[in-house]
């Protein structure tokens, strides 16, 4: 299991933490620190046994600042913030090593800096404050993006539009069906004959907004609980909903229909593992 770094615990979702790792999960891009003056030295990557593949000394020309190594989830290579400037390897193949420019970063500010995240085609950066409360459509053709510079996500501050062209000046749609959503980040398009769709959580509910024109309508898919709810994620056919629950210490898995008309069905028991984070996702 790997260990997700201090402060991406506060990215809900999985769509944006998932870049941490390569497709198959089975590597984990990471910097590397000076441990006496916390200085990133190295950037690489983390397999399953914990070994830390060192890919800077392949990367000539970007000296000892690099940092901030993240899974492009378009290409495949590890981006990474060097002196002055973005680049990137192939894990695969470290001599294949170059400077990035042309990619569009849709924040005035230095936000990006201190971290950045990807659209589903790699070839969109937004920062970390935008990462938090986005999400794409699976075809890669939509963006919802809440809240704004000065205020968290709720029900008067949804945007949609095309992936790359939502900013905190998009009007907001109206959103009917639900008495508070207060600080519910959208979490997970759903696929399939959902594709206009989307999740997110509230409490002990999941929501299920469906876009319809210049309106989201809130639809709840689980029956009456006490038991918190967290990482929804939709199934790519968009039928099923797989979420975590809690459960006394631990938590458990569990799906549902997409539309309500069942129960919850448990799926596994999730042991509690310290500070860990859990991320959950289909894999068909």
Not at 10 to 32: K, S, W, Y
Not at 86 to 105: C, H, I, L, Y
Request: with cysteine; glycine share 12%.
């Amino acid at each position: 299991m790997f260990r997700l770094q201090s402060g991406v615990e506060d990215i809900v979702t999985g769509q944006i933490v998932r870049q941490e790792f390569d497709r198959t999960f089975t590597r984990m891009a990471a910097t590397l620190y000076n441990q006496s003056g916390g200085v990133p030295m190295h950037i690489g990557y983390l397999s399953e046994d914990g070994a830390f593949t060192d890919l800077t000394k392949s990367t000539a020309g970007y000296g000892g600042g690099q940092q901030m190594a993240l899974f492009n989830p378009g290409t495949g290579r590890i981006w990474y913030k060097g002196v002055d400037s973005f680049g990137s390897v192939d894990p695969d193949n470290p001599s294949d090593a170059r400077k990035e420019s042309g990619v569009k970063f849709p924040l005035e500010s230095n936000d990006y800096y201190h971290r950045y995240y990807f659209s589903p085609d790699g070839s969109w950066l937004m920062g970390l404050e935008m990462a938090q409360n986005t999400i794409f459509s699976l075809d890669g053709r939509k963006q919802v993006l809440c809240g704004d510079e000065y205020s968290s996500c709720g029900p008067e501050n949804y945007r949609v539009g095309s992936v790359g062209k939502v900013t905190y000046e998009t009007p907001s749609l109206h959103v009917q069906g639900a008495a508070d959503l207060s600080f519910a980040q959208p979490l997970w398009f759903l696929g399939g004959q959902e594709k206009d769709s989307f999740l997110i959580v509230k409490k002990a509910q999941i929501y299920k907004m469906t876009i319809s024109g210049k309106r989201m309508v809130a639809h709840p898919i689980l029956p009456p609980s006490n038991q918190g709810v967290f990482r929804a994620v939709g199934s790519p056919d968009g039928k099923q909903v797989a979420f975590l629950a809690s459960a006394g210490m631990n938590a458990a898995l569990y799906t549902v229909p997409s539309d309500g008309s069942a129960a919850p069905r448990l799926v596994a028991d999730v042991p509690a593992n310290g500070n860990a984070h859990f991320l959950i996702d289909w894999t068909a």
